[in-house]
């Protein structure tokens, strides 16, 4: 079975500019969860995605915004980029109603605004 | 709301001693717990979780953690470490009584570093 693949690995943007990050699920998961790590932090919640809608959202700003396709493979999109978003942003994926079993993580996406 | 605390930032061990790394929870009902390993520049790897059962749980690469619900503690322990566990890890709690999503907490992380 595949894992979660995340692309691109790193990215440099410019304040103000928009990203969009792409996350494929493992094979099997249906559902998707976004985390931002700063450095030396742990892992912040930003949202998950269930069957294409978002059904779950933790304290960041609307122009933090995802989709999810119907292959459940997800998007994630920042726009008006700040100096603090500068971090590691993690996708990983879950059965719907198994979350216990525990994520399975990307490798992550290394973005850099300078 | 659900948290998770991980006193220590960085715990050092020599090799072959044995190894714990600590995490206490705060949730409204009967957690599910969680750890994970993160090395250099990677993802997180799902080591073990305690759903319900035994309060002894095993996991990947000879780790264990033992749920404790009176001190509301699922500290992390190896009984012989090795340089190869030098890592960040990560303690993670969800709530099951919050509905409709499945978020999962991350304490701040503990940097393990084996010393040869």
């Known amino acids: 079975e595949t894992g979660v693949t995340q692309s691109p690995t790193h990215l440099i943007k410019t304040r103000g500019q928009q990203v969009t990050l792409r996350c494929s699920s493992q094979?099997?998961?249906?559902?998707v969860s976004w985390y931002q790590q700063a450095l030396g932090q742990g892992p912040q919640f930003i949202f998950q995605y269930y069957r294409e809608e978002e059904n779950g959202r933790g304290n960041f700003p609307p122009r933090f915004s995802g989709l999810q396709f119907p292959n459940y493979s997800s998007e994630l999109n920042v726009n008006a980029l700040e100096l603090d978003d500068s971090a590691l942003y993690l996708c990983?994926?879950?059965?719907?109603?198994?979350?216990?079993?525990?994520?399975?993580f990307g490798s992550g996406t290394r973005l850099t605004v300078v | 709301a659900q948290s998770v605390a991980q006193p220590e930032d960085q715990v050092n061990v020599a090799e072959g001693n044995p190894l714990t790394v600590k995490c206490t929870y705060s949730v409204s009902g009967n957690p599910y717990l969680f750890w994970y390993v993160q090395y250099p520049n990677r993802g997180l790897q799902f080591l073990l979780k305690y759903i319900t059962g035994d309060n002894l749980v095993k996991g990947s690469y000879g780790f264990e953690a033992e749920f404790n619900k009176s001190q509301t503690s699922f500290h992390l322990k190896k009984p012989s470490a090795l340089v190869s566990d030098s890592a960040l890890y990560f303690c993670a709690v969800r709530d099951p009584l919050v509905g409709g999503y499945q978020k999962v907490t991350f304490g701040t992380g503990t940097k393990l570093q084996v010393i040869p």
């Open positions: 990983a994926s879950s059965p719907r109603g198994q979350g216990h079993h525990g994520y399975t």
């Open positions: 094979s099997g998961h249906n559902t």
